[in-house]
């Protein structure tokens, strides 16, 4: 790992940019422990996991994983996001959403696709199918 | 599911008591209303409304475009029209669903669509957490006794204080 981080690092000039991205996808994850909070706007290009609680706006270019548990008032939009907690606020998943059977969403939400559990709480509107994904996001 | 149910007669209390099944075929066509004690497939074409006191299948290939309610509510076929379901609603991988429902719980399948507006109505049995409403509810009829009182102060007069 460090070595391709060197490697990186020195010749910046050979790096694809998705080699980059890539790597960002899979290496930056901000977990956010069941004691942590969060209160703002975070705009975050990996993926972020939620175990405790998060207020305000959160834009991920990776995927958000509510864990149970967890308590979310905020917007977020995702790749692909993953609620088995509490989330309230409108939702954009630019890939999918997954609704764990423990997870309990109340806002509107606009998906690629959508995957809900048995057991699990929805309230809000489901807007579906093929968007234009916003590449400001 | 229905043909099993039907093939085996172990179960004859439960079709004895006025549950019946009914089942339009691929090239069956109904337009206007439906009600039915009991269950009900769809595999055809359905306009209009259609109730059902036990569970609706709207299987794959079929084109319904129509209020639904039922008990249980599956769609693996499309469906355009506003969706009530007493116990559940499933959504298949197959099936398509354009409207709002009114469920007491929720399973959409991965690649099924669905695009409405969703309201969850929370039954006792699938609370985890039953929210302690009491509280509340008690202390509502306290201000509304108060208010009752400001708006009738003649009545506070004539009786001072015979209690």
């Known amino acids: 790992m460090d070595a391709q981080q060197a490697v990186a690092d020195t010749a910046p000039h050979e790096a694809s940019e998705d080699a980059v991205e890539s790597r960002r996808d899979g290496a930056n994850r901000f977990t956010l422990g069941p004691g942590d909070s969060l209160e703002g706007k975070l705009t975050y290009a990996g993926s972020i996991t939620v175990q405790g609680r998060a207020e305000g706006e959160l834009h991920i270019g990776g995927n958000v994983d509510v864990a149970s548990g967890a308590t979310v008032k905020a917007s977020i939009d995702g790749a692909s996001v993953t609620v088995r907690g509490e989330v309230e606020g409108p939702l954009t998943a630019r890939d999918k959403l997954l609704l764990g059977k423990s997870g309990r969403l109340s806002g509107d939400i606009t998906v690629k696709r959508l995957q809900i559990e048995d057991g699990a709480s929805l309230n809000g509107h489901v807007r579906m199918g093929s968007f234009e994904q916003s590449s400001g996001g | ?163």
């Not at chain 2, 206007?32 to 769809?42: A, K, S």
């Not at chain 2, 569970?55 to 084109?63: I, L, Q």
Request: proline residues 6%; aromatic residues 2%; without cysteine.
């Open chain 2, 1 to 163: 599911m229905s043909s099993l149910r039907a093939a085996r007669p172990q179960e004859p209390d439960q079709a004895a008591a006025a549950t019946s099944s009914v089942t339009l075929g691929p090239r069956d066509r109904l337009i206007g209303q439906l009600y039915i004690e009991g269950d009900l497939r769809v595999s055809g074409t359905v306009e209009g409304e259609v109730e059902a006191t036990g569970n609706v299948d709207v299987a794959e290939g079929a084109t319904v475009k129509a209020t639904v309610s039922g008990r249980e509510v599956g769609i693996s076929g499309q469906v355009n029209g506003a969706v009530t379901a007493s116990k559940k609603l499933v959504v298949s991988r197959s099936g398509s669903l354009t409207g709002d429902v009114r469920v007491s719980s929720l399973v959409i399948q991965d690649g099924a669509t669905f695009n409405g507006n969703v309201s969850m109505t929370r039954t006792g049995q699938h609370a985890p957490k039953p929210a302690p409403v009491e509280p509340a509810a008690v202390a509502e009829p306290v201000v509304v006794a108060k208010a009752a009182g400001t708006n009738g102060p003649s009545a506070d007069k004539s009786k001072p204080k015979r209690r």
